[in-house]
């Protein structure tokens, strides 16, 4: 069983920054591929960002790329994303994810349920 734990998230103004951060306990994290996703009021949760094992390879929501990073520490059992030129459509409750699959690639990497973890998320609102 593997808890996550997201924080970072807060009320920021449109075109500003917030890094959001994904602790998780467990001691095989390089093992699992990450991924963040994010759901806002009256809609479907939404694919933002995923990465590998060691985070060699990336793949972002079309709505977020080039403004957003993911990353990992794997020494400190921790997930980012950088999210830099929010918008107010970025307001979201953010959600982290974890699986052991064995693949990753993009089409598969974007699908929610080959996630076996999930954190209780963490609210972000952009202001216009």
């Known amino acids: 069983q593997v808890q996550l734990v997201e924080s970072g998230g807060g009320l920021v103004q449109a075109g500003g920054s917030l890094r959001l951060s994904c602790a998780a306990s467990?001691?095989?994290?390089?093992?699992?591929?990450l991924g963040w996703f994010r759901q806002a009021p009256g809609k479907e949760r939404e694919f933002v960002a995923a990465?590998?094992?060691?985070?060699?390879?990336?793949y972002y929501g079309d709505s977020v790329k080039g403004r957003f990073t993911i990353s990992r520490d794997n020494a400190k059992n921790t997930l980012y994303l950088q999210m830099n030129s929010l918008k107010p459509e970025d307001t979201a409750l953010y959600y982290c994810?974890?699986?052991?699959?064995?693949?990753?690639?993009?089409?598969?990497?974007?699908?929610?349920?080959?996630?076996?973890?999930w954190g209780q998320g963490t609210q972000v609102t952009v202001s216009s």
């Open positions: 467990t001691r095989t994290f390089g093992m699992y591929i």
């Open positions: 990465i590998s094992w060691t985070g060699g390879t990336t």
């Open positions: 994810a974890a699986t052991r699959g064995k693949n990753y690639y993009d089409s598969y990497a974007r699908r929610e349920d080959v996630y076996d973890y």
